[in-house]
């Protein structure tokens, strides 16, 4: 079982007190009703997929009942870090030998 | 003021009042059991409980809180007592006010007058959820068999409360003295709670007290 740090809480929980929510770091668009279908459309439903680091929405169901944001490596499943909503994450690097974006499409 | 409906919602004392383990008749149990039992659970019943809620930073709020109740605001992980009155953290902008019965009106008032034209909320919650004591020497080996969360002393010292996973279900462990814990649980779930427990403390010897 995987222990996770609450930000609110500041200590490290079990697992299964926690829900998994998504990809983090999506606005709401400001104005939804001068959006085009595809500017509405791609906010509503369309989410990265990353292979390694991905910064993901966390809610702490059974203990403070908060939403925070995880910096999670999909690959492996380690979390580098977890912070409170409206904060910054520190972990942005691409995981070694992961295959750069552009790269990947010239193949 | 607020344009909150603000009003008495216990019935008078003259209407009769169920607690949510009325079907399991526990005063029937008071006084037998085995001697020197492990465990002594006492329902804490018909209590007032609200929820508070509001900006933990703001000097306003905290200041109001400590003028209604005589309590300060605890912070994270803690809950704080004084007789029968506890105030415990919940969440970064939400507590749970614990009185005695029918207390919660005048606390409630007392609340909405001291944080006035503040940002706050004031719930009363007191018919969701009920409170069971637990207290004796092997209440930590109960505890031990029911949740995945370390309740060794020295990660949940006396004064510490969290809401956790508990026998595949939710509830709020409050660690209140040496051997003294408490349970805040939702009322529909009382019965599974009651069944868990006997079961749980049948090696230790349970008692069940007034
Ligand atoms: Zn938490």
Not at chain 1, 21 to 45: K, N, V
Not at chain 1, 49 to 70: D, K, S, T, V
Not at chain 2, 49 to 54: C, V
Not at chain 2, 124 to 153: A, F
Request: proline share 6%; aromatic share 8%; with cysteine.
């Amino acid at each position: 079982m995987l222990q996770i740090f609450c930000p609110h809480c500041a200590e490290l929980r079990s697992e299964e007190e926690f829900h998994a929510s998504g990809q983090a770091h999506i606005p709401r668009p400001l104005d939804p009703a001068a959006c085009t279908d595809e500017q509405w459309g791609t906010y509503m439903f369309f989410r990265d997929n990353p292979r390694g680091i991905h910064h993901e929405l966390w809610i702490h169901a059974a203990g403070c009942r908060q939403y925070f944001n995880a910096t999670r490596d999909t690959v492996t499943y380690e979390i580098f870090e977890t912070y409170k909503i409206g904060e910054k994450p520190q972990v942005t690097a691409k995981p070694a030998g992961a295959v750069p974006e552009a790269a990947a499409r010239e193949e | 003021m607020t344009t909150a409906n603000v009003y008495q919602q216990r019935p008078g004392d003259d209407v009769k009042a169920e607690t949510p383990l009325h079907h399991a008749n526990l005063p029937s149990l008071f006084g037998k059991g085995r001697n020197n039992p492990g465990v002594t659970l006492r329902e804490r019943k018909l209590l007032g409980h609200l929820t508070l809620r509001g900006e933990a930073h703001d000097s306003a709020f905290s200041g109001g809180v400590h003028k209604a109740l005589g309590l300060e605001l605890p912070v994270a992980l803690g809950v704080v007592s004084q007789g029968e009155l506890s105030l415990q953290w919940m969440g970064p902008d939400e507590w749970l006010l614990i009185c005695p019965r029918g207390q919660e009106f005048a606390l409630e008032q007392q609340l909405r007058e001291a944080l006035a034209g503040l940002h706050i909320q004031v719930v009363n919650v007191s018919g969701g959820q009920t409170l069971l004591e637990l207290s004796g020497p092997s209440v930590r080996q109960v505890l031990m068999k029911s949740t995945s969360y370390d309740v060794h002393p020295d990660n949940f010292p006396v004064g510490k409360a969290v809401s956790t996973v508990f026998a595949k279900s939710q509830l709020i462990i409050r660690h209140m003295a040496e051997d003294t814990w408490e349970l805040v649980i939702r009322r529909s779930f009382a019965d599974y709670w009651w069944l868990w427990l006997q079961d749980a403390s049948a090696e230790y010897g349970l008692a069940i007290a007034e």
